[in-house]
């Protein structure tokens, strides 16, 4: 393309490319319109500006134009969708915080889009906004125990400030815990093979896991048991005395649990 470059347009441009103000982007142009009156080809361009032919093609038409004030403002781009209305955005935020949809557990983007007559992104875009997350609830529960103030502080005391010549273990169990075997022996895992078990297993009923956690030393106490009964929590407890030293008073930690509060764990105490 043949390009006539005046000596002023060209004075000017050489002034953008060296200039500190000026954009990189308008100093892209600059050269675009310098080379192609120097008579490079727009292969050479493309090559040394690293841009695209269509993007050469687009400021030569403007420098014809619009002359230099095309290359310094560019053309503005067409506005883009209107943002909603405030009514409208907390319409939005009123239904999503107050109400729920028809047949349905909570709003979704399609849903409340299209009970308000806008698009699913605009809702999607309102709740980022607004930190807001419809699909997801939190559990809770508030203890109904007139005395769970009390237990709470001797629970975190035993953790924070445990007393003197005595030790701490927090009690737990797993119940209904399937002991299964396989139908046949595996194979070993080797370099370049995975390890083989069958697909089908034997049942051999289940059991139930009791563990003292020795909060200090961070070591456990394990049991295995056949159920989940006072007596085996009592044979637990009874593991758990033989196990620590008999100068220590024992302190355990266990949930609210009928099995734990049995008359007969109560009549049994060692220590």
């Given at each position: ?20 103000a000026i954009s990189i982007k308008q100093k892209q142009r600059a050269q675009i319109i310098l080379m192609t009156a120097s008579g490079q080809s727009t292969s050479d361009i493309i090559g040394n500006l690293q841009v695209s032919n269509p993007t050469i093609n687009l400021w030569r038409r403007r420098y014809l134009e619009a002359g230099l004030e095309g290359l310094a ?199």
């Open positions: 393309m043949k390009l006539t470059l005046p000596e002023a347009d060209k004075q000017v441009l050489e002034r953008w490319i060296k200039s500190r403002k560019g053309k503005t781009r067409a506005p883009g969708i209107p943002r909603l209305a405030s009514d409208k955005i907390q319409e939005i935020l009123t239904l999503t915080l107050t109400g729920k949809p028809v047949a349905a557990t909570h709003w979704s983007c399609r849903t409340l889009a299209k009970q308000v007559g806008v698009s699913r992104m605009s809702v999607n875009r309102i709740w980022q906004e607004h930190k807001l997350k419809p699909h997801r609830v939190k559990g809770f529960k508030v203890s109904t125990d007139p005395l769970f103030a009390e237990k709470l502080r001797d629970v975190i005391g035993l953790y924070l400030q445990p007393p003197e010549k005595a030790i701490v273990f927090s009690v737990d169990e797993k119940s209904q815990i399937q002991a299964l075997d396989r139908t046949q022996p595996g194979l070993p895992m080797k370099p370049g093979k995975a390890g083989t078990m069958t697909h089908d297993y034997k049942r051999h009923g289940t059991t139930t896991l009791f563990a003292a956690l020795n909060v200090h030393e961070g070591t456990v106490i394990g049991e295995c048991l056949p159920k989940h009964r006072n007596d085996e929590f009592l044979k637990f407890l009874k593991v758990i005395d033989k196990r620590t030293d008999k100068t220590l008073a024992v302190h355990l930690i266990v949930d609210n649990y009928a099995t734990h509060k049995h008359p007969s764990l109560s009549s049994n105490r060692s220590r």
